[in-house]
């Protein structure tokens, strides 16, 4: 079955700087990578998702890098922001299998100070 | 406002006792699922529920139970049988039990003494 290793489990950055949390998975047939966000006391948010057929996908200040060959994908967050700080989970499956098939890695702490 | 509903936020149970943990959704969605979060882990499956009247178990089954009576309810009983029930439980759905995408609510904090 899959596997996703997460790194690191806590990252600390200063407000503007960039934070980089990276994640591997085992299944060579994953084809969905989703990222959350959770806050504290809260559920986790989905805030960006990439597929196998591409490489790179940005949305404003995040963006998400995928190399297939490597099995491993990036979460970056630019200009981070107080705001930022929260729990980051990534995830992998095989698209259109039903969510259960979702495996989680376990977590990276970030900290943005101001 | 549509969503996912979790209740009640915290909860504080004797050992040894059953207690149910309440999931409400008004998305449509016809699958839901229980996960439970623990310190530096992941997420790890309880229960799903892909059709109502129907639910597998995921990968930490024992010690819990769930019913789906309703499409919009999937209520989960921790029982006396679980050994270490204190932990954040999550619950979740999704459109069609083939979908990769879900919404969480936002959890149950169950705190047993």
């Known amino acids: 079955g899959e596997n996703v290793e997460q790194h690191p489990s806590t990252l600390s950055v200063q407000e503007g700087d960039s934070a980089v949390i990276k994640c591997t998975y085992s299944?060579?047939?994953?084809?969905?990578f989703p990222w959350y966000k959770q806050e504290l006391g809260k559920g986790p948010q989905l805030i960006i998702d990439?597929?196998?057929?591409?490489g790179e996908k940005k949305d404003q200040r995040i963006a998400v890098t995928l190399n297939k060959t490597a099995k491993h994908f990036s979460l970056h967050i630019t200009e981070t922001q107080p705001e930022d700080s929260a729990v980051y989970f990534c995830?992998?499956?095989?698209?259109?299998?039903?969510?259960?098939?979702?495996?989680f890695g376990t977590g990276t702490r970030l900290l943005v100070s101001p | 406002d549509g969503g996912i509903t979790q209740s009640p936020k915290y909860l504080f149970r004797k050992e040894g006792q059953n207690v149910t943990l309440s999931c409400e959704q008004n998305?449509?969605?016809?699958?839901m699922y229980w996960y439970r979060q623990d310190p530096g882990q992941g997420l790890r499956l309880i229960y799903y529920?892909?059709?109502?009247?129907?639910?597998q178990k995921g990968d930490i089954a024992e010690g819990y139970s769930v019913s789906r009576e309703k499409k919009e309810s999937f209520p989960l009983t921790v029982t006396s049988a679980q050994k270490n029930p204190t932990a954040f439980y999550l619950c979740?759905?999704?459109?069609?039990?083939?979908?990769?995408?879900?919404?969480f609510g936002q959890g149950t904090r169950l705190t047993v003494v």
């Open positions: 979740a759905s999704s459109i069609g039990k083939l979908n990769t995408e879900a919404f």
């Open positions: 299944d060579s047939a994953s084809n969905y």
């Open positions: 990439i597929r196998s057929n591409v």
């Open positions: 995830a992998a499956s095989r698209e259109n299998t039903g969510f259960q098939k979702l495996v």
């Open positions: 998305l449509n969605h016809d699958a």
């Open positions: 529920s892909q059709i109502v009247n129907d639910f």
